[in-house]
């Protein structure tokens, strides 16, 4: 059993403790959850000591046989290489921090919700991992019923279950063509080994046919414009910690589906429809932050500019560019870690005063100068701030852009000049300004617990926009080896 192995089974592992533990003993129960899934963090830490890259082949291979059954034509095959270490690692850190930002404020049936989300965390890391097309796209989906119980149950308003339904239905449809096309793929190569596709060869024709089918599926997980409605409503309707999840890790599975399968698997689609993700991209950032300045909920406003921002990763993606793609994966990295800490920030204030509406708030610098310094420092990595994990991969994103199209990248450009306009006005409304005692009379900063839940957002945004070279290294081979399957 390798080091995949032990990541996969380890949260499994803790749900099967979790059942043997009364429902009373709450405390118990939550310290067995989080225990598990800061084990399964540090032995993915493992994986990037551990990982070569100097090559683009898979690694940590491991097969295994379900049920003791043979099967010919597709294969139990997980692995990674660069693209994917880093997902991995980002589930494996955000998962803890669910735990803990629910840790007082979700009292009814405390055992589901904590095995709701070991449970997730196996799915998601099954993946980023799984090399056969069939089996990721039962992971794929799979993902969607947790996360469904998640929104439906601990939810915060009477919205959840539309919400809920508006969130599993739109992205379960949008993956019915998916699958048509995976058992397309199947009749012609008789396997869905994603090692032996990469060798595969299709018609022009059908490769159109197959890429639109895998765009149905991804576009509705980026999201893009016009199938992006449910993100704010999910949103909207989650609980703290699902909304740190849904930002974090499930929004990047629309993108990694496009890199891991869409492009290297459809050249000549891919080529063929770049101009259309040009101009969905470029629409969607554009509408998504004008969108933005008009919003009065503090989720929403978050919600609609990890649209835009995904969209930015798109850009990058279809560039097909060495400067693109990395861009792209360290602008998702960001997003997984900028996205959720302004989430989490979010989740402090309603825990406090049980709404979003900005309105009911101002002043916050004064009365909570510790929220507020951490505050305005994830906003400006909102914004891309140089020195920020955001600007990064902005810079590379449109670096890689410019050198396909300089007029989408201009185009492009006005997204970071309206997404500072609306980060920078949300920011003066909520820190600065006359404190509302007819509204909200009672303030409180910061705890202990949720200082250190921000602090390592805090370290790992400055570490990858000081010295992003050790995610760039571990990126470059298996970016190159993609870059050169798709031409």
Same mark, same amino acid.
């Given at each position: 059993?390798?080091?995949?192995?032990?990541?996969?089974?380890?949260?499994?592992?803790?749900?099967? %403790? @979790?059942?043997?533990?009364?429902?009373?003993?709450?405390?118990?129960?939550?310290?067995?959850?989080?225990?598990?899934? /800061?084990?399964? $963090?540090?032995?993915?830490?493992? @994986?990037?000591?551990?990982?070569?890259?100097?090559?683009?082949?898979?690694?940590?291979?491991?097969?295994?046989?379900?049920?003791?059954?043979?099967?010919?034509? $597709?294969?139990?095959?997980?692995?990674?290489?660069?693209?994917?270490?880093?997902?991995?690692?980002?589930?494996?850190?955000?998962?803890?921090?669910? %735990?803990?930002?629910?840790?007082?404020?979700?009292?009814?049936?405390?055992?589901?919700?904590?095995?709701?989300?070991?449970?997730?965390?196996?799915?998601?890391?099954?993946?980023?991992?799984? /090399?056969?097309?069939?089996?990721?796209?039962?992971?794929?989906? =799979?993902?969607?019923?947790?996360?469904?119980?998640?929104?439906?149950?601990? !939810?915060?308003?009477?919205?959840?279950?539309?919400?809920?339904?508006?969130?599993?239905?739109?992205?379960?449809?949008?993956? #019915?063509?998916? /699958?048509?096309?995976?058992?397309?793929?199947?009749?012609?190569? !008789?396997?869905?080994?994603?090692?032996?596709?990469?060798?595969? +060869?299709?018609?022009?024709?059908?490769?159109?046919?197959?890429?639109?089918? *895998?765009?149905?599926?991804?576009?509705?997980?980026?999201?893009?414009?016009?199938?992006?409605?449910?993100?704010?409503?999910?949103?909207?309707?989650?609980?703290?910690? !699902?909304? #740190?999840?849904?930002? !974090?890790?499930?929004?990047?599975?629309?993108?990694?589906?496009?890199?891991?399968?869409?492009?290297?698997? *459809?050249?000549?689609?891919?080529?063929?429809?770049?101009?259309?993700?040009?101009?969905?991209?470029?629409?969607?950032?554009?509408?998504?932050?004008?969108?933005?300045?008009?919003?009065?909920?503090?989720?929403?406003?978050?919600?609609?500019?990890?649209?835009?921002?995904? +969209?930015?990763?798109?850009?990058?993606?279809? =560039? @097909?560019?060495?400067?693109?793609?990395?861009? =792209?994966?360290?602008?998702?990295?960001?997003?997984?870690?900028? =996205?959720?800490?302004?989430?989490?920030?979010?989740?402090?204030?309603?825990?406090?005063?049980?709404? &979003?509406?900005?309105?009911?708030?101002?002043?916050?610098?004064?009365?909570?100068?510790?929220?507020? /310094?951490?505050?305005?420092?994830?906003?400006?990595?909102?914004?891309?701030?140089?020195?920020?994990?955001?600007?990064?991969?902005?810079?590379?994103?449109?670096?890689?852009?410019?050198? +396909?199209?300089?007029?989408?990248?201009?185009?492009?450009?006005?997204?970071?000049?309206?997404?500072?306009?609306?980060?920078?006005?949300?920011?003066?409304?909520?820190?600065?300004?006359?404190?509302?005692?007819?509204?909200?009379?009672?303030?409180?900063?910061?705890? &202990?617990?949720?200082?250190?839940?921000?602090?390592?957002?805090?370290?790992?945004?400055?570490?990858?926009?000081?010295?992003?070279?050790?995610?760039?290294?571990?990126?470059?081979?298996?970016?190159? +080896?993609?870059?050169?399957?798709?031409?």
């Amino acid at each position: 059993m390798n080091l995949i192995s032990i990541i996969l089974f380890l949260p499994l592992f803790g749900v099967l %403790l @979790l059942f043997f533990v009364p429902n009373t003993k709450t405390q118990l129960i939550r310290r067995i959850a989080l225990n598990t899934s /800061l084990l399964t $963090f540090l032995i993915s830490l493992v @994986l990037w000591v551990e990982f070569d890259s100097s090559t683009a082949r898979f690694q940590f291979l491991e097969a295994k046989a379900i049920y003791g059954f043979s099967f010919s034509s $597709f294969n139990f095959l997980f692995g990674i290489d660069g693209i994917s270490l880093f997902f991995i690692l980002l589930t494996t850190f955000l998962i803890p921090i669910c %735990l803990l930002v629910s840790w007082t404020n979700i009292q009814m049936y405390v055992k589901e919700y904590c095995i709701a989300f070991l449970v997730l965390e196996t799915l998601l890391i099954a993946v980023f991992s799984v /090399l056969d097309l069939l089996l990721f796209y039962v992971f794929f989906e =799979s993902v969607l019923i947790p996360m469904f119980v998640i929104i439906g149950v601990w !939810g915060s308003r009477e919205r959840k279950i539309r919400a809920a339904y508006q969130f599993f239905l739109y992205t379960l449809l949008g993956s #019915v063509f998916m /699958l048509l096309a995976i058992l397309l793929i199947y009749f012609q190569t !008789g396997t869905t080994d994603l090692e032996v596709l990469y060798c595969s +060869n299709f018609s022009e024709t059908r490769q159109i046919f197959l890429w639109l089918a *895998f765009f149905a599926s991804f576009a509705v997980k980026v999201p893009m414009v016009p199938v992006h409605i449910w993100l704010p409503e999910a949103h909207v309707e989650a609980p703290t910690a !699902g909304s #740190v999840i849904l930002a !974090g890790i499930l929004l990047k599975l629309g993108t990694y589906g496009f890199l891991r399968f869409s492009i290297p698997l *459809f050249p000549f689609a891919t080529f063929y429809f770049t101009p259309l993700i040009y101009t969905l991209s470029v629409l969607a950032i554009i509408y998504t932050s004008l969108t933005t300045l008009r919003q009065i909920d503090l989720k929403k406003i978050i919600a609609y500019s990890s649209v835009a921002h995904m +969209n930015f990763v798109t850009l990058g993606l279809f =560039s @097909l560019n060495t400067q693109g793609v990395e861009g =792209s994966l360290l602008l998702m990295l960001s997003h997984g870690l900028v =996205s959720p800490a302004l989430f989490l920030c979010i989740g402090i204030l309603y825990d406090r005063h049980k709404t &979003r509406l900005l309105r009911y708030y101002a002043g916050c610098g004064r009365t909570m100068p510790i929220f507020a /310094l951490l505050f305005v420092f994830f906003t400006m990595a909102n914004i891309s701030l140089p020195g920020t994990s955001s600007f990064i991969g902005e810079f590379l994103v449109l670096t890689g852009t410019y050198q +396909n199209n300089s007029f989408i990248a201009l185009l492009a450009a006005t997204g970071m000049v309206l997404g500072a306009a609306y980060a920078l006005w949300l920011c003066n409304r909520l820190i600065y300004g006359v404190i509302k005692p007819h509204f909200i009379h009672e303030w409180s900063d910061v705890t &202990r617990r949720e200082f250190w839940m921000l602090v390592p957002f805090v370290v790992s945004i400055l570490w990858m926009g000081v010295y992003p070279e050790p995610f760039l290294d571990a990126l470059h081979c298996s970016v190159s +080896n993609l870059i050169s399957q798709g031409m």
